[in-house]
């Protein structure tokens, strides 16, 4: 799991999710999370399954934001859990061994926990200021990820306020992937900006 990890967001997109997960499975988008919290079960299902078939077809990994029973119904490739959602230990009995769990984690205590519950990878938040998620929480800088690159093992995806001017500290530090929701979906050629973080994350990569 490395490079640009894409995530959708409903009320930022200019063209919709679907137009939004197409461009990024174009470029070569490795991860695609279907995160929709306004919308209602069924809403939400109807619309994780036309996504899934696009992922499918492009051959990306897609993963629901929070809902194991949406994952479950959909035949998703895992979940990705917040630290007030399922428990990682719960979500994998019901998951079974071959999904994926990532989990987002905000200090080195809770991706140890992360890690030794069996999570696949971290999400790492935020980074830095951000205001896509309201309840983030305050800022936690580069140097969290280079903490937690020391001392754990999966990989690590790090979200929140990350743009092409401040994508490059992140790879530096030690991020195996980044996530830019606002300066993506929010623009309106979803393709060229998903394209120049992956380009800034080869070029960092190379470098180290």
Known sequence: ??????????????????NDVRQAVACGVEVVQYRNKSRETRQMYE???????I?????SIFLINDRVDIALATQAEGVHLGQSDMPCLAARKLLGPERIIGMTVHNLAEALQAESMGADY???????????KPD????????????LRAQVEIPLIAIGGINH???SEVVRAGADGLCAIS?????ENVRDEIKKFQEIF?????EI
Do not use: H, W
């Open 47 to 53: 619309e994780a399954v036309r996504l899934r078939e």
């Open 55 to 59: 992922c499918r077809d492009s051959g």
């Open 122 to 132: 971290l999400g790492v938040s935020p980074i830095f200021q951000t205001t896509t």
């Open 202 to 206: 080869s070029a960092r990569r190379r």
């Open 183 to 187: 300066c993506v979906v929010a623009k």
């Open 136 to 147: 983030a929480g305050k800022p936690a800088g580069i140097r969290l990820i280079e903490e």
């Open 1 to 18: 799991m490395k490079g640009y990890y894409f995530i959708t967001d409903s009320k930022l997109s200019r063209a919709g999710n679907e």
């Open 165 to 167: 001017s401040n994508a």
